[in-house]
């Protein structure tokens, strides 16, 4: 540990993490590369610099960094992963995430030579599902399919399913569908996959769901839970419990199609982060 301290120190100072990293650049660029550096340095030692831990979910998170960007707009900047928030900050990160839906595409013409029939994602606040339907939203022939956290049931209280279950509101600066009471206030969302947790959803997605561009579904923390096992099993990938609930709406869609129907799935990340909580359900399940 203490060589881990010690190397990490360094590689901060000098960027040499051992006999790796370092600056093999052109020399043109080593003047901007020394100033970067110093700034690093200065900005390093600052005590306003400080990344804050927040306890709770991606809500709460959001709203932190709403918070810490308002008391402090000459020296902050609020940098949005998903696609929600106040304009431009949806439209920002739909456009990014785009090359999944163009790359998609392009492999499905390679590979079979057309469009897919169905695309599949799960939706937590829509960026992964927006990323990969936006390409497609004018093919009516593609249909588009957004799978929400039905929790432990989406008649409870312990969900996700903002599309399903919310009314339209206005939360973290925009108007979107939002789970809340019949006063207003939030009611704190609830799934398995983490990513999930989120209150409202992207304005996009929405509007999608209004004009019936884009149909949505339910699946519960249990079935996503098969889903990521049944993927381990049998492909020897570990996806995130948020694609789980992606993965898992196939086992309702498949019997549906007709044979040799195209579907694609967005896997929208990795489980190696969730193995400790799917350890931690599987031990809850067990008889006492
Ligand atoms: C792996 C993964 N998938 C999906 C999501 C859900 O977010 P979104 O609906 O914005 O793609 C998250 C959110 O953190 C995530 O980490």
């Known amino acids: ?42 900005t390093l030692h600052d005590p306003k ?17 709403i918070r810490a960007w308002v008391e402090d707009l000459d020296n902050s900047y609020y940098l949005a992963g998903t696609a929600v928030g106040p304009h431009p900050c ?9 090359v999944i839906g163009k790359e998609t595409r392009k492999q499905a013409l390679e590979k079979w030579g057309g469009k897919p029939d169905v ?24 249909r588009l399919i957004g799978v929400e956290a039905a929790g432990t049931g989406i008649d409870g209280a312990k969900h996700s399913a903002t599309l399903a279950k919310g009314e339209v509101g206005v939360y973290h600066g925009a108007m979107s569908y939002l789970l809340q009471d019949d006063e207003g206030q939030i009611i704190c969302p609830h799934s398995i996959g983490v990513g999930l947790e989120y209150p409202g959803v992207s ?5 999608l769901k209004d004009i019936g561009r884009a149909e949505f579904h339910t699946v519960t923390d249990k079935e996503a839970l098969e889903a990521y096992s049944l993927l381990c099993r049998i492909e020897g990938i570990v996806p995130a419990l948020e694609a789980a609930h992606a993965l898992a709406y196939l086992d309702k869609l498949c019997p549906t199609l ?26 809850e399940q067990q008889p006492q």
């Open 1 to 42: 540990m203490r060589l881990i301290d010690q190397t990490d120190e360094n590689f901060l100072r000098t960027g040499k993490f051992g006999r790796y990293g370092g600056i093999f650049v052109p020399e043109t660029l080593v003047i901007s590369l020394n100033k970067l550096a110093a700034e690093f340095q200065l």
């Open 49 to 65: 610099f400080q990344v804050k831990q927040v306890e709770g979910t991606f809500k709460d998170a959001t709203s932190d960094a």
């Open 90 to 98: 949806p439209a920002m990160v739909r456009k990014f995430q785009s």
């Open 119 to 142: 695309i599949v994602a799960c939706v937590g606040s829509g960026s992964n599902a927006l990323g990969i339907f936006h390409e497609f939203v004018r093919d009516e022939d593609v």
């Open 203 to 207: 304005p996009e997605l929405s509007f």
């Open 258 to 283: 007709p044979d040799g129907s195209k579907v694609v799935v967005n896997c929208s990340g990795r489980g190696d982060k969730d193995v400790a909580t799917v350890f931690q359900y599987e031990q």
